[in-house]
């Protein structure tokens, strides 16, 4: 004969179960906390300060007022600020109107299990598999000498400096957006299969029924059934708009970005430089972390609005499933 669970064994377990479950919750909250909140809220506090070595005292802070914000604007309102302002905003939209259009259709093509696309899977997943600086690594050294060998070579072309696509003012700029879509090719179109492999099947044999040709079944079944997923995913990117350093440290050298310099690259390499001095004790940036974050929190006050705007408008009048 077998009895039920008394009361004080139900509390119990209740108790584990919610112990366990705040346990699990502790890491994400703990790291929003921390890597979120907390350094947000210090970015903020140190766009209104400066400091200052007093001898005999040390380093004191003191309030800057808007002297952090001048020197941001004048940094951002100067040819190489415009410069850095328009590289990123090039990479930014070829990723968003470029590649997630190309993606979303060979995303579809792996989806409906067209030829070879269990290879395609594959092989889109191989640049993390390697790790993003192995496949770097291979893509400069085929860009940077073997390209320029084979013309050498076979084509017995003499001046070849005009071939080292990754150096080359007049090319580089194409072959870091190569490069940018070859990684994100690859993670996007799995993440759209994936999603749409989570498609009701009734929805695409009740198109079919109805004369839909493929085209059709991709424009008004799949496009509109995992909108959200596609809403999500240029959501990121368009915030990421001036964070993104869009891979110049896989590809270059600190100082070989050169014409490519974009905000984020800029931003991370200016604020490992901060209290970094050369010979004479002369710093070799004259940026603070003061004025750095006073450029991320005006750099913020333009993307998110735009940001926030954008996925209100793609919620609101992009296609829906139903």
């Known amino acids: 004969?077998?009895?039920?669970?008394?009361?004080?064994?139900?509390?119990?377990?209740?108790?584990?179960?919610?112990?366990?479950?705040?346990?699990?919750?502790?890491?994400?909250i703990l790291h929003f906390l921390i890597f979120y909140l907390y350094i947000n809220l210090s970015s903020f506090a140190l766009a209104f300060k400066k400091y200052e070595i007093i001898s005999g005292v040390g380093m004191v802070s003191s309030f800057a007022k808007f002297e952090n914000f001048e020197i941001a604007l004048s940094q951002l309102f100067?040819?190489?600020?415009?410069?850095?302002?328009?590289?990123?905003?090039?990479?930014?939209?070829?990723?968003?109107?470029f590649l997630t259009p190309i993606t979303l259709i060979f995303s579809f093509y792996i989806y409906k299990k067209g030829f070879m696309s269990k290879f395609f899977k594959v092989m889109l997943f191989m640049p993390y598999i390697l790790s993003e600086i192995i496949v770097a690594t291979l893509y400069r050294c085929m860009l940077n000498n073997v390209i320029p060998e084979i013309m050498s070579v076979w084509f017995h072309v003499a001046d070849t400096t005009k071939f080292q696509l990754l150096t080359e003012e007049s090319t580089k700029m194409g072959a870091a957006i190569v490069f940018n879509i070859i990684?994100?090719?690859?993670?996007?179109?799995?993440?759209?299969?994936?999603?749409?492999?989570?498609?009701?099947?009734?929805?695409?044999?009740?198109?079919?029924?109805?004369?839909?040709?493929?085209?059709?079944?991709?424009?008004?079944?799949?496009?509109?059934a995992i909108f959200p997923t596609i809403v999500t995913l240029f959501t990121v990117a368009l915030a990421a708009v001036f964070t993104d350093q869009y891979r110049m440290f896989s590809?270059?050298?600190?100082?070989?970005?050169?014409?490519?310099?974009?905000?984020?690259?800029?931003?991370?390499?200016?604020?490992?430089?901060?209290?970094?001095?050369?010979?004479?004790?002369?710093?070799?940036?004259?940026?603070?972390?003061?004025?750095?974050?006073a450029m991320g929190l005006l750099l913020s006050f333009v993307v998110i609005p735009v940001t926030l705007v954008t996925r209100k408008l793609l919620n609101k009048y992009g296609p829906r499933a139903d």
């Open 251 to 293: 590809l270059y050298k600190y100082n070989e970005v050169g014409s490519l310099e974009n905000v984020g690259h800029f931003l991370y390499m200016e604020a490992s430089r901060v209290g970094k001095t050369v010979g004479g004790g002369q710093s070799t940036t004259n940026n603070t972390y003061g004025s750095l974050s």
């Open 1 to 28: 004969m077998k009895f039920g669970k008394t009361g004080k064994r139900v509390i119990i377990e209740n108790k584990r179960r919610a112990g366990f479950s705040l346990l699990m919750l502790a890491i994400p």
């Open 78 to 97: 100067s040819v190489s600020g415009w410069s850095m302002i328009k590289n990123s905003l090039i990479f930014d939209a070829v990723n968003l109107f």
């Open 183 to 224: 990684m994100w090719f690859g993670i996007n179109s799995l993440i759209y299969s994936s999603s749409m492999g989570d498609i009701n099947a009734s929805l695409s044999e009740a198109a079919q029924l109805d004369g839909a040709n493929v085209a059709q079944e991709f424009i008004y079944v799949t496009v509109p």
